[in-house]
């Protein structure tokens, strides 16, 4: 992974400083609200309806075991006792002082972290792959690109303020596990016929109220241009996009309102001028970046799998687990292993210091001290061998970071909702909640396969329920907490391409909910074929069945 | 760098705007009146389409409508970098004391902060360059940190 340099230390530690001195003349007075709260924002720091919220960044989802244990101290000494690991595989603590802010990120800087861009509208973190650099699917990895971005994107001096927030994302594997093309820009990074690493550059995807897939706008970009390349979409998008309304802000309404060709022609007229100047990346540079990034010291291990045929047969509830919790590894003799934060009860992404500190341990023994958050809101370990599966599977179960749910409906993506969130027109947690509950019989949710579940609690979709193949969104109806329910929605893996839901009707209350998800999964176990996953199912049959279903009770 | 307060800017005693710029004053025009061979200042609103006429002006000031308006970023960085104005750029309007360093890197030399915005007390940190140094180009450093600092130390 990337180990800062003594750059990066003195403009983090700076960075510390400089918001420390602005906090300091807020609380003097010297700095009005709405003044401070675009700085703030810009330091991670987000005013929530219960207290402020601090969203610290973990670039590209990557951590070490070192800074995983530096977050559990944060959360002990100035939070709660736990954080929340989000969407943008970022971590969030809920009950941060403000005046203590910059000493968490003092904290914070002495391990290499920061929360520089993780709000307010600017570049933000750069998220990928939770599976980077180990995926066995996987052509090229992204992140040493990832870190490129994240350092140009640094208090850039051009796009820092920009008409609304922007998110890119980065996929080298064969499946996009990185929702790609829901993001302002989406790159798919790849080598060509000689090895040369390109990019294709997709923009104005996303979600919120206005849910858009990305569209193509340039193939083969050459790795040396990536940065000119990025500058000139900020450059159009920065001067062009709308700033008189909020919810039209967004790069996806000004490439719409463009037409994707208009928009590729103004982004080439302004590249023509910034092609091959300073920004032009270096063979040195781009090979530093590679140079942290390379694998680390994998021991030669045998594919001997007997002793783990042994281990499932012995305990059904391990052999699920393996299933479902378990990827296939580049490297012979080890796996990538998904620790579920989601059981019934806690909300998803909720995880303790205990909690993340067991984790760093298990990076530190049975891998090289390196922890992934995926957008799914989990623990990623990417480099586990297969001989230490059970063993890590025992320990996982008495942190309860061992639910066998990934790619199941129990593996909810969720939001924080109206518990916490000011924007939130409903609760979400405890409709997720109420869900895994109901539908808790493990050989039920196996048979069901994979579903991917997804609520957000409010219009901005911060959990994803657009491109859940179930997506609930909890809207308003005269101060009442209302459920919209979607179908068919997919971010883009399992060779699908990325796909929004559709509405299945009126919305129902929240009592309704969990009988309305019954209903759904009814009419798919009634109409599947044999072992045909939810979203196969949907696209043959359609929405009409669903519909007939849900509301036929009500004519 | 130069640094004007509100009560500097305007000058009451002509019809035309004026604004302090160096020993004497100026003219301003806007865009839509303004004539490059006149000689007077062009007074530039952030969505104005720059050209190459525009560095025959002493001097052009970017009326930033609210702080958090980027457009006038852009705008600046296209002045310094594609039209190759030399002459003086002027941030006027809600231009905010600690968005100063992101002015100074897109090419502005000259500020004027309203009067209810002050600058940090003197044992701050320096507002236009709270950073040693930054890991992108910019207007005043063309260079990014890769092409000139060892970096990996």
């Known amino acids: ?555 | 760098m130069r640094l004007l307060t509100e009560a500097t800017e305007w000058s009451d005693e002509t019809a035309e705007p004026m604004i302090e710029q160096g020993s004497g004053s100026m003219v301003m025009q806007p865009l839509s009146e303004w004539v490059p061979e006149s000689g007077n200042g062009l007074a530039l609103e952030v969505d104005d389409e720059p050209t190459s006429q525009f560095c025959q002006a002493p001097l052009i000031t970017i009326n930033f409508p609210v702080f958090t308006d980027g457009r006038g970023l852009s705008l600046a960085v296209l002045l310094r970098t594609r039209y190759d104005f030399t002459g003086e750029l002027r941030a006027v309007g809600d231009v905010h004391q600690d968005l100063l360093h992101y002015m100074r890197r897109c090419g502005f030399d000259s500020y004027v902060l309203p009067e209810h915005r002050q600058l940090p007390a003197a044992d701050n940190r320096q507002p236009f360059s709270p950073y040693t140094d930054y890991y992108q180009a910019s207007v005043i450093q063309p260079e990014p940190a890769f092409r000139r600092v060892p970096r990996g130390a």
């Open chain 1, 1 to 555: 992974m990337y180990r800062y340099d003594t750059f990066d230390r003195r403009f983090v530690s700076e960075r510390v400083e400089h918001y420390r001195a602005q906090t300091q003349r807020y609380l003097a007075g010297e700095l009005a609200e709405d003044e401070f709260l675009q700085l703030r924002l810009r330091n991670g720091l987000y005013v929530q309806r219960l207290a402020p919220m601090l969203r610290v960044a973990v670039p590209y989802g990557t951590l070490s075991s070192d800074q995983l244990r530096t977050l559990a101290h944060i959360a002990r000494d100035f939070d709660r006792g736990y954080g929340h690991l989000s969407t943008r595989q970022n971590v969030q603590y809920n009950w941060p002082e403000l005046a203590e802010v910059p000493d968490i990120l003092q904290a914070l800087a002495e391990v290499d972290m920061h929360a520089i861009q993780t709000s307010g509208n600017c570049i933000r973190n750069v998220t990928t792959d939770e599976f980077a650099g180990v995926a066995a699917d996987e052509t090229i990895d992204p992140r040493p690109y990832c870190e490129l971005m994240r350092q140009w994107s640094t208090a850039h001096p051009e796009f820092d303020w920009l008409p609304r927030k922007f998110k890119i994302a980065v996929s080298g594997a064969a499946t996009d596990r990185a929702a790609t093309l829901v993001h302002d820009i989406g790159l798919k990074v790849y080598r060509d016929k000689q090895g040369a690493v390109q990019f294709d550059f997709s923009v104005g995807g996303g979600l919120g109220r206005t849910p858009v897939i990305a569209e193509t706008i340039r193939t083969g970009l050459d790795i040396e241009h990536l940065l000119t390349y990025l500058e000139a979409i900020m450059r159009v998008y920065n001067r062009y996009g709308r700033r008189d309304n909020k919810y039209k802000a967004r790069i996806k309404i000004l490439v719409r309102a463009m037409g994707a060709a208009s928009f590729r022609e103004q982004v080439d007229a302004e590249w023509a001028h910034l092609k091959d100047g300073p920004s032009t990346l270096t063979d040195e540079e781009i090979a530093r970046m590679e140079s942290h990034f390379v694998p680390p010291a994998y021991h030669e291990l045998t594919e001997d799998l007997s002793a783990l045929g042994a281990q499932r047969l012995s305990s059904p509830e391990f052999g699920r687990w393996v299933a479902q919790n378990v990827s296939a590894h580049k490297q012979t003799g080890y796996a990538v292993v998904t620790l579920s934060t989601k059981v019934a009860g806690i909300p998803p992404g909720d995880v303790t210091d205990l909690q993340m500190e067991a984790v760093a341990d298990w990076a530190d023994r049975f891998g090289f001290g390196e922890i992934r958050i995926s957008h799914e809101q989990n623990f990623v370990l990417p480099d586990v061998p297969i001989a230490s599966l059970w063993e890590l599977w025992q320990e996982a179960q008495a942190q309860e970071l061992a639910e066998s749910n990934v790619g199941l409906l129990g593996n909810i993506i969720c939001c924080p909702g109206g518990d916490y969130c000011s924007l939130a027109n409903a609760k979400s947690i405890p409709v997720a909640e109420a869900i895994q509950r109901e539908i808790a019989d493990a050989d039920y949710l196996h048979d069901l396969g994979p579903i991917d579940l997804n609520i957000s609690g409010c219009m901005n979709a911060c959990g994803h329920h657009h491109v859940g193949n179930i997506g609930i969104l909890g809207v308003d109806k005269k101060g009442q907490e209302f459920y919209q329910i979607s179908l068919g929605g997919h971010s883009g893996h399992s060779g699908l391409d990325a796909s929004l839901g559709q509405i299945v009707g009126p919305s129902c209350s929240r009592a309704d909910v969990t009988s309305v998800i019954g209903k759904i999964l009814d009419v798919f176990v009634e109409q599947r074929q044999p072992e045909e996953a939810f979203i196969h199912c949907f696209k043959r049959i359609g929405i009409e069945p669903f519909k007939e279903r849900i509301y036929a009770s009500a004519d």
